[in-house]
Structures are given as C-alpha cells and as structure tokens.
C-alpha cells in the first residue's frame, strides 16, 4: 500500500519585502527577506502517491476540486518531488486550511510549505529543514520561510542552493519564536475582493517599467540589515520603522511602474493614517501592506488589544484580528 503524508504549516507575514525574481523558474528573489510566521494560521494538507484518479493527479482544497492555473500550480510541484524521488504515480491531495480565504493572508505559503512537507514524505524522501525550505520555495517563494517558525531570514542566494530560508536567533532571547521582541500582528481587512493583477505579473511590471525599482532593492539591503540589527538588540520601535518604511517604498515602486499598478483602495490609506494616529498617541504601532489593499500592523504582542481598540475606533466596520508568532512546519503523520 502506498503510504500517506499528512503535514501542517502557518503562513506568513513579510516584514521586509523581496518583490520581485531574479530567476523565475527556480523562484529565487532579488533580494533577502524577513517575515513573522503567524499562529492559528495552518493549512494542513494529506498527500499519497496512489495512482490519483484515473491516472492523474486529484486534488481537494477546503472541499473542492481547483481548476486551471491553481491545480496547474499543484501538479508542477507533484511532478517535481516525483522527479526527485524517482516516481510516477499520480498524487492525490487533500488539503484544508485553518484561515479563510478572505481573512487577509495569502493562503500559498502556508499551502506549499505543508504540500512539500507532505509529498516529499510521501515520496520516501526525508528532508532536513534547509532542504525542504528550498523545495517548498519551488511552489511559492513565500512558503520556504514558512518552513520555520517566528522570525525567519530567507537568504535570496544566486542559485537553487543557496536560496532558502533559516529562523532568526538571537543570543538569550527569552522567546525563541519572536526573538525576545514579543510581536505580534493585527490583520485589518478592507476588502475581500480578488487583486485585478497577480503578484507575479505586478512583479514582471514593476521589474521592468519602474523607475524607482532599482533604488527600492537597493534600500531593502540596507532595511535588512537595520531589521536584523533591531531584533537583535531586541529594539521593536526601530523594527516598525523600518518594517513600515520598506513596504511603502516598495508600492512606491508599483505605482511608479507604467501603467500604474495600485492596489491601494480608498480605505487602505484612510487605515495607513489610522494606524499613524495610534502610534502617535503612544501605542506601538507600524504599518505594513502586502500585494493588496489591506494592511498588517505590527505591534507589541501586549499591547495589541489596546491597539485593536484603538483601530477600530478609527476603522469602523474594518474585520481584525490579532496574530501572534506561529511554529513552523509539523508532519503530522505517515501512514502506511
């Protein structure tokens, strides 16, 4: 009998950005980045390499069938972990997730790290952290740090070896998972409607038609740094500004991109002022904004019901909820 895989993952949060591929096909990035896994956020996905159904790949996300591009998407990935493990067989996939789908969080993260977790179990491989954070980055850049839990380095790399992702540790932190920082996140959502333009067609455009792109990759080296700096010193305020500062110079860069590409909706900046308000008034508080229009808040995980209060004073009708550091990924199971 075929053995089956069952694995979990958190998604997660880009503190500071990598917008845009130097190498589209291995999926490595223009430049290194930072993110925060989020807890409650776990998509746990059941994989076996049984043959599928009628020889092809059958696939199930959160109860359904997906077509076109997104079961195109999983079966790529299927075919090259059968590629590595030296197997033909069809897959079938079942997968669920712990967040709704208009909750504010992409979902691909946190999907494609459980799948690779998953389906190389699955194949009879067994891979190390590094190894697994570069083949899930194959399925989407964003799932090689959700690998790992809390704080996380995704090293861009020049080539399919040296890009992957490693958990941030600092010396003596008291909380390993948010190295000693206690951060937390706020999710405010102003909009579920579908983006008119993927992230990797913003990204292709912005590559290629902003004039403020070069000087935004070459000032997210320097926001790295100051980040990595800052969480070692254990110093959130100068994080946040940093966090903040990197994501509105990277929509910076796409607006500036011809045509235009705003993601932006009216409320998104009515939310940007908000969160400037509640930081003014004392409350740790910093914006940051994904390829969408709504907008994370990072903040002191202490602190953050007194920070939804205050939001929600000023974003009436605006869905949040609060997110704190999350583990990385679990294999759940191996059946055989």
Known sequence: MTPAATASANTNIALIKYWGKADESLTIPTASSLSLTLGATRTTTTVSFDGGADGADAVTINGAAPGG??????????DLVRARAGLTAAAT????????????????????????????RAAGMDLDDRALSRLARR???????????????WNAGVDDATSYA????????????????????VVIVLSEERKTISSTEAMRATIR?????????????????????????RDLQRLGEVVEANALGMHAAMIASRPS????????????????AVREEGLPAWATI?????????????????????????????????RRPGGGVRVEEVAP
């Open 69 to 78: 591009a997104a079961r195109a998407r999983v079966t790529r990935f299927l």
């Open 93 to 120: 996939v079942v997968s669920s997730s712990a967040v709704p789908l208009a909750a504010g969080l992409a979902s691909s993260a946190a999907g494609f790290a459980a799948l690779a977790a998953a389906a190389s």
């Open 139 to 153: 399925g989407s850049g964003s799932a090689a740090r959700s690998v790992f839990g809390g704080l996380v380095l």
């Open 166 to 185: 490693e958990p941030v540790v600092v010396d003596g932190a008291d909380e390993p998972g948010g190295a000693g920082l206690d951060p937390a996140m």
């Open 209 to 233: 038609t902003s004039p403020l792109y070069p000087a935004w990759v070459e000032a997210g080296r320097e926001d790295l740094r100051a980040a990595l700096a800052a969480v070692r010193e």
């Open 261 to 276: 590409i705003m993601y932006w909706l009216p409320r998104t900046i009515e939310a940007l002022h908000a969160v400037r």
């Open 290 to 322: 994904d390829a969408g229009p709504n907008v994370k808040v990072l903040t002191r995980g202490a602190d953050a019901g007194a920070v939804v209060a205050a939001l929600r004073d000023r974003l009436p009708g605006a869905a949040m909820t609060v």
